[in-house]
């Protein structure tokens, strides 16, 4: 399945002039989490629990928030047990209990009809206005969306996610310049709004386009990049 995309010409035709990826002949991999603590995060599906492949050699002390077993288990219909693995593996732990707190009923519910939504309409701006009445910001609704897309069968042009660090706080001034020099305007990426992550998505897709790579690869390589250079990793 592939996804229905309204461009944001404006931010289309900077992407098209300036890109963090150019000269790059293949995409990185995607970051695949770290080993959790399971207690940390068991107390939040309350009597529910973890599939079994989701533990580390069947050790439920042991959790692997995986993008292979985060996609599995949202394939399997569990939406609060993969929603919680999504927050793991994006290290969101600070951010869980004000991410959870709307209660696993209303979080189930929410994906179930954002899934729906997406296998109806072939793209994921209903989803993000459901998404977005559990009060969840924009870089939680585009981590789990991410995956939940790619668990339904987009895998060519899945929404991808907007971290903070890398892509607002460095990417997104890079993309600044190269819009001053161009002497033009765009949606900014920096609110919770459909309208400026779908501006974000614009670059993405442009720049995917442009390297005939899946928007998840385009993701990848410039979050590695500039999660590095902002962490002061070689």
Known sequence: ?????????????????????????????????????????????????????????????????????????????????????????????????????PGQAAIRRSFERAATSICECRTIEPAWAILGKLGWSNVARSKCLHFLSRALGVTTNPPVPIDNAA???????????????????TTTWRHWTWDSYAAYMSAILTWAAEKGWTTTQVENTIFREYWESTHGCE
């Open 167 to 185: 892509m607002i706080n460095n990417l997104y001034p890079r993309f600044v310049e190269a819009r001053r020099q161009l002497a033009t305007s």
């Open 1 to 101: 399945m592939r996804l229905t995309w309204d461009i944001d010409h404006s931010t289309e035709k900077v992407a098209q002039t300036w890109s963090p990826i150019r000269r790059r002949r293949k995409p990185d991999a995607q970051y695949n989490g770290q080993i959790r603590y399971s207690q940390v995060w068991q107390r939040w599906l309350g009597r529910g629990s973890f599939p079994s492949y989701a533990y580390v050699d069947a050790d439920p002390a042991r959790l692997n928030p995986s993008v292979q077993n985060i996609i599995r288990t949202y394939s399997d219909g569990d939406y609060l047990a993969g929603t919680v693995l999504v927050l793991a593996w994006g290290g969101l732990s600070r951010q869980k209990q004000r991410l959870l707190a």
